[in-house]
């Protein structure tokens, strides 16, 4: 299958690598001349795991091309995934204006029959404005069919979620694009994970559904972890115990310091703005919101318990990145908190395994170092704000000795309240 994929952000670049490596050839088109040559020179603009080695591989045998040419990407293409940013705008809304424009492009310089599939989250009704704008955009009536493909990838395991998916969403009109869908997917489809078909809108719907009700998980079990802190109780446990029910299961039930990154935030808001602009008082969502806000502030509180004069003292940041495995710094926690501690007066000393050289775009007055360790030196406290693999396994002695006080606030619940107590740590974590 010859496809093009609009947009070389996180979504394009990661569909359009595997797409790629399943046999198709694929073409990414991106308006960003510099992010386009530095694809042409291997040169990734996100951090994901594997994704820099599976497109090196199919770039040498040019199953995936680079361009900002984005007629020819069109003209060259049978099917046309759309994968361009939704940000959200000043009402909350999710600004498609990016679509849009894409699809202005799709009419002008469409030169035969193609399916436009529209893989960035955006609102119930998005795809029949494509179609609209498509047709507008055309010089002489040219056959396409649209289809809705919701993806469902986590940063950090995004090529896992693309190629081993729990399930593929996609929304249909018409046989034709049916079939085609169909066939793109059908090497990865398997009988206890396939392919659904359904309405378009019922699609578009799915994405955000599924994301607001994980946040809602999230913030369900971060409003429990407070009243752990009050009457009693570890909410590790907790989750265990409610997770092992069958009709619940396990996952997206961690407490810690609040969701983040670029599809969560964004996207409980955007459902809120769409129950609205329909009548609807979202009353869950916006409390899942405002919970998810007020996590955020709350390890600030509890490093002024063990640094209750914070001027001029030095506090160390474990992860910077709003989860693990990833670089993206999109609503991260560890914004709200750096900003609470610099406005108190605190020193922050940071260090993040992926995230660093965005974070440098976000603050001023932070001191960053290569390794935990150096981090911690001479330093008043610690704070634990990403989940990073390396932190669980590291010398909490030698921790310890580099502190100025044995201070540790751990906001995301990786080490063991009694192991830290014995260790002679004055240590602070979240419902536990």
Same mark, same amino acid.
């Not at 995934?81 to 799709?106: K, L, M, Q, R």
């Not at 369900?220 to 299961?249: P, Y």
């Not at 775009?361 to 290569?370: A, E, Q, S, V």
């Given at each position: 299958?010859?496809?093009?994929?609009?947009?070389?952000?996180?979504?394009?670049?990661?569909?359009?690598?595997?797409?790629?490596?399943?046999?198709?050839?694929?073409?990414?088109?991106?308006?960003?001349?510099?992010?386009?040559?530095?694809?042409?020179?291997?040169?990734?603009?996100?951090?994901?795991?594997?994704?820099?080695?599976?497109?090196?591989?199919?770039?040498?045998?040019?199953?995936?091309?680079?361009?900002?040419?984005?007629?020819?990407?069109?003209?060259?293409?049978?099917?046309?995934?759309?994968?361009?940013?939704?940000?959200?705008?000043?009402?909350?809304?999710?600004?498609?204006?990016?679509?849009?424009?894409?699809?202005?492009?799709?009419?002008?310089?469409?030169?035969?029959?193609?399916?436009?599939?529209?893989?960035?989250?955006?609102?119930?009704?998005?795809?029949?404005?494509?179609?609209?704008?498509?047709?507008?955009?055309? &010089?002489? #009536?040219?056959?396409?069919? @649209? *289809?809705?493909?919701?993806? !469902? %990838?986590? +940063?950090?395991?995004?090529?896992?979620?693309?190629?081993?998916?729990?399930?593929?969403?996609?929304?249909?009109?018409?046989?034709?694009?049916?079939?085609?869908?169909?066939?793109?997917?059908?090497?990865?489809?398997?009988?206890?994970?396939?392919?659904?078909?359904?309405?378009?809108?019922?699609?578009?719907?799915? &994405?955000? #559904?599924?994301?607001?009700? @994980? *946040?809602?998980?999230?913030? !369900? %079990?971060? +409003?429990?972890?407070?009243?752990?802190?009050?009457?009693?109780?570890?909410?590790?446990?907790?989750?265990?115990?409610?997770?092992?029910?069958?009709?619940?299961?396990?996952?997206?039930?961690?407490?810690?310091?609040?969701?983040?990154?670029?599809?969560?935030?964004?996207?409980?808001?955007?459902?809120?703005?769409?129950?609205?602009?329909?009548?609807?008082?979202?009353?869950?969502?916006?409390?899942?919101?405002?919970?998810?806000?007020?996590?955020?502030?709350?390890?600030?509180?509890?490093?002024?318990?063990?640094?209750?004069?914070?001027?001029?003292?030095?506090?160390?940041?474990?992860?910077?990145?709003?989860?693990?495995?990833?670089?993206?710094?999109?609503?991260?926690?560890?914004?709200?908190?750096?900003?609470?501690?610099?406005?108190?007066?605190?020193?922050?000393?940071?260090?993040?395994?992926?995230?660093?050289?965005?974070?440098?775009?976000?603050?001023?007055?932070?001191?960053?170092?290569?390794?935990?360790?150096?981090?911690?030196?001479?330093?008043?406290?610690?704070?634990?704000?990403?989940?990073?693999?390396?932190?669980?396994?590291?010398?909490?002695?030698?921790?310890?000795?580099?502190?100025?006080?044995?201070?540790?606030?751990?906001?995301?619940?990786?080490?063991?309240?009694?192991?830290?107590?014995?260790?002679?740590?004055?240590?602070?974590?979240?419902?536990?």
């Amino acid at each position: 299958m010859k496809i093009c994929c609009i947009g070389s952000g996180y979504v394009g670049l990661v569909a359009g690598t595997c797409l790629a490596d399943m046999g198709n050839d694929v073409i990414c088109v991106d308006s960003n001349k510099s992010k386009i040559d530095n694809l042409k020179n291997g040169i990734i603009p996100i951090y994901e795991p594997g994704l820099k080695d599976m497109l090196e591989r199919n770039a040498r045998v040019r199953r995936i091309t680079f361009t900002t040419n984005i007629k020819d990407g069109i003209q060259k293409s049978d099917v046309i995934f759309i994968g361009v940013g939704t940000p959200s705008d000043h009402n909350n809304c999710a600004d498609i204006s990016a679509i849009i424009s894409v699809a202005e492009s799709i009419g002008k310089y469409m030169n035969g029959y193609k399916v436009i599939v529209n893989k960035s989250t955006a609102p119930v009704g998005t795809l029949e404005k494509i179609g609209k704008v498509v047709k507008s955009f055309q &010089k002489k #009536a040219i056959r396409f069919d @649209l *289809a809705s493909n919701p993806e !469902f %990838m986590r +940063e950090g395991e995004a090529i896992k979620d693309f190629t081993n998916p729990d399930r593929i969403v996609i929304g249909v009109q018409g046989e034709k694009a049916k079939k085609i869908m169909e066939s793109i997917y059908n090497g990865i489809s398997r009988t206890d994970k396939p392919i659904m078909f359904t309405d378009i809108r019922s699609a578009e719907l799915i &994405k955000y #559904a599924s994301n607001a009700m @994980l *946040a809602t998980r999230i913030s !369900f %079990m971060n +409003e429990l972890a407070q009243l752990c802190e009050k009457v009693g109780g570890d909410i590790k446990e907790i989750a265990k115990g409610t997770g092992l029910d069958s009709r619940i299961g396990p996952r997206f039930l961690q407490a810690g310091i609040g969701y983040g990154g670029s599809c969560f935030p964004k996207d409980v808001n955007a459902l809120i703005q769409i129950m609205n602009e329909n009548g609807i008082d979202a009353k869950i969502l916006t409390a899942v919101n405002e919970v998810n806000e007020q996590q955020k502030r709350s390890l600030f509180e509890k490093i002024q318990i063990l640094v209750p004069k914070m001027k001029n003292k030095k506090i160390a940041i474990w992860g910077l990145a709003f989860k693990p495995k990833t670089d993206d710094m999109r609503d991260a926690p560890s914004i709200t908190l750096i900003k609470q501690l610099q406005e108190a007066g605190a020193q922050i000393n940071a260090f993040d395994p992926e995230a660093m050289d965005n974070a440098k775009t976000i603050f001023r007055g932070i001191k960053y170092y290569d390794d935990p360790y150096s981090a911690v030196k001479n330093c008043d406290a610690l704070v634990i704000v990403t989940e990073w693999n390396e932190f669980r396994d590291l010398d909490l002695k030698k921790v310890k000795r580099l502190l100025k006080c044995p201070n540790i606030v751990d906001g995301r619940n990786i080490y063991e309240p009694k192991d830290m107590k014995e260790l002679g740590f004055h240590y602070l974590c979240v419902g536990r």
